[in-house]
């Protein structure tokens, strides 16, 4: 049974005013507000490259997080294996039960990028003061022994006394990792010109205080793409330098090769390029104002209460009144309603059909009755 005629399609409003202040609408604004200000955060972070290390390879030139300078991989680049081999044999002193290390000769395999292998006299002339008689005691692949201690005063004194301006002027081997490590008697006391990445500066003690050196800077420096370092131990360091076991710092210095140096790590006995020098250069990077995380979390906090503010203003002005947008609505529903009043079928109400629904229902009562009594 049909109530009533639908409206003609025609004379509806093609047209709906949104109404800003409706609760709907309220929460809409603030689901914007809110996903605006995540997106200013996510593009800040973004702009960040150590949060992308997890996407492009770990290799690359950046600080890595598994890093650790007093124990480098033994999974080398160009197969170069610093992983020092060893042996124990019965000491000298006839004592018993003692026993010394000794190491086994390793078979050095030439480069083709590896520089002064012919011994150039031109190439090989010591820095002023150093004396070579004393580098000849010098043994690879040993800790700091007591042979080490003339050559390594004797250095250092020399390094000490010359001005940074004559150390570079005077000839410097350029060398790398590679050449350092496979050919220590050809470099052993002469001056060599080193550029790679410190990521380690600790502070050393030092025995030598009839030179008048306090301490000594022990830094790690990586070069030519390789993960095992050159150790550098260093009398000066640039003016706000930082330090710490994780940093990652440019640099080039100059310095004097000392010997191919065995130190303890968790993978076994390491071996690594030693170089003492009397200070490093550095550019300093150029000061960024970057946004702490303590601004960025006062930032969005300013931000979140400003939009609850307007928000819960805009709520409490819609409350109890009638937008201009909702009596412009109501005002043209009426119109209509009263135009096509007369058009509208009202149909039988509700009470009518039940009333009908009861009559049908006695009648059938009465007739079932008659039936059994016959």
């Given at each position: ?48 490259p ?6 492009f ?21 160009n ?25 086994e000769e ?6 083709p ?18 004396e ?5 005691k010098?043994?690879d ?25 004559d150390?570079?002027?005077a ?47 022990q ?45 303890s ?51 409490l ?13 109501r ?10 009043a007369?058009?509208i079928?009202?149909?039988?109400s509700?009470?009518?059909q ?21």
């Amino acid at each position: 049974m049909k109530l009533h005629e639908p409206q003609d399609k025609s004379t509806r409003s093609n047209s709906t005013p949104r109404n800003y202040f409706s609760r709907r609408e309220q929460v809409r604004i603030m689901m914007l507000v809110f996903t605006l200000m995540f997106v200013i955060v996510l593009m800040y972070e973004a702009s960040k490259p150590k949060n992308w290390n997890w996407f492009f390879n770990r290799g690359q030139e950046n600080p890595s997080a598994e890093l650790a300078p007093i124990d480098p991989t033994g999974a080398q680049v160009n197969e170069i294996n610093t992983l020092l081999p060893r042996k124990a044999v019965e000491a000298e002193s006839g004592i018993e039960g003692e026993f010394r290390i000794v190491k086994e000769e390793p078979k050095t395999r030439l480069t083709p990028y590896t520089m002064n292998q012919h011994g150039d006299k031109a190439e090989a002339e010591w820095l002023p003061g150093i004396e070579p008689d004393y580098y000849q005691k010098v043994e690879d692949d040993t800790f700091f022994i007591l042979k080490d201690r003339d050559a390594w005063q004797n250095t250092f004194q020399v390094l000490r006394d010359t001005d940074q301006e004559d150390l570079e002027k005077a000839k410097a081997l350029p060398a790398q990792f590679a050449q350092l490590h496979l050919q220590p008697t050809q470099y052993r006391g002469k001056l060599v010109e080193l550029d790679g990445t410190i990521r380690r500066v600790v502070k050393a003690s030092t025995q030598e205080n009839d030179l008048g050196i306090p301490h000594y800077w022990q830094l790690w420096l990586f070069s030519d793409r390789h993960t095992s370092p050159i150790v550098i131990y260093a009398l000066e360091l640039p003016e706000d330098f930082p330090q710490g076991e994780t940093i990652y710092q440019p640099v080039s210095l100059r310095g004097v090769f000392f010997k191919r140096w065995a130190y303890s790590a968790k993978g076994g006995t390491m071996t690594a390029p030693l170089v003492l020098a009397k200070q490093i250069q550095w550019d300093r990077p150029q000061e960024r104002n970057v946004l702490s995380s303590t601004q960025i979390i006062i930032g969005v906090s300013i931000s979140f209460t400003i939009a609850f503010m307007f928000a819960l203003f805009v709520y409490l002005q819609s409350q109890g009144k009638s937008s201009a947008a909702e009596q412009v609505i109501r005002s043209r529903e009426e119109r209509k309603f009263r135009e096509h009043a007369d058009e509208i079928d009202p149909g039988i109400s509700v009470r009518d059909q039940l009333k009908l629904l009861t009559a049908q229902l006695e009648n059938q009562a009465t007739e079932s009755v008659q039936k059994e009594n016959e």
